[in-house]
Nanobody
Framework: VQLQASGGGLVQAGGSLTLSCTAS????????MAWFRQAPGKEREFVAG???????SYADSVKGRFAFSRDNRKNTVYLQMNSLNHEDTAVYYC???????????????????WGQGTQVTVSS
């Protein structure tokens, strides 16, 4: 299984970015997918995620600003990030797991597969 994340970069506060994560080596439609992020000196935290066909869940810090979506035809998940601020600066990781339940979507230890991460830097 491989997860390839892309789309990170440097953006000014208030700006937008869209991250993508393309999966291979798995039956994508049967996997829950999620985005996590890790800022320097902080633990990895849940951003957004969903089981296939289910409504996404979001961290409180990104609700109303970020949008999670998945395209099962392209084996790809997206994270549309709007109104970015300095606190959103982090390495963003996509994750996949076949058996994670909805109530555990935010738990990093539940995921078997991780992408390599893509850096998002928000300048003031």
């Amino acid at each position: 299984v491989q997860l390839q994340a892309s789309g990170g970069g440097l953006v000014q506060a208030g700006g937008s970015l869209t991250l993508s994560c393309t999966a291979s080596g798995l039956t994508f439609s049967t996997y829950a997918m999620a985005w996590f992020r890790q800022a320097p000196g902080k633990e990895r935290e849940f951003v957004a995620g969903a089981k296939s066909g289910a409504r996404p869940s979001y961290a409180d810090s990104v609700k109303g600003r970020f949008a999670f979506s998945r395209d099962n035809r392209k084996n790809t998940v997206y994270l549309q990030m709007n109104s970015l601020n300095h606190e959103d600066t982090a390495v963003y990781y996509c994750a996949a797991d076949r058996s994670v339940i909805t109530s555990a979507l935010a738990m990093a230890e539940q995921y078997d597969y991780w992408g390599q991460g893509t850096q998002v830097t928000v300048s003031s």
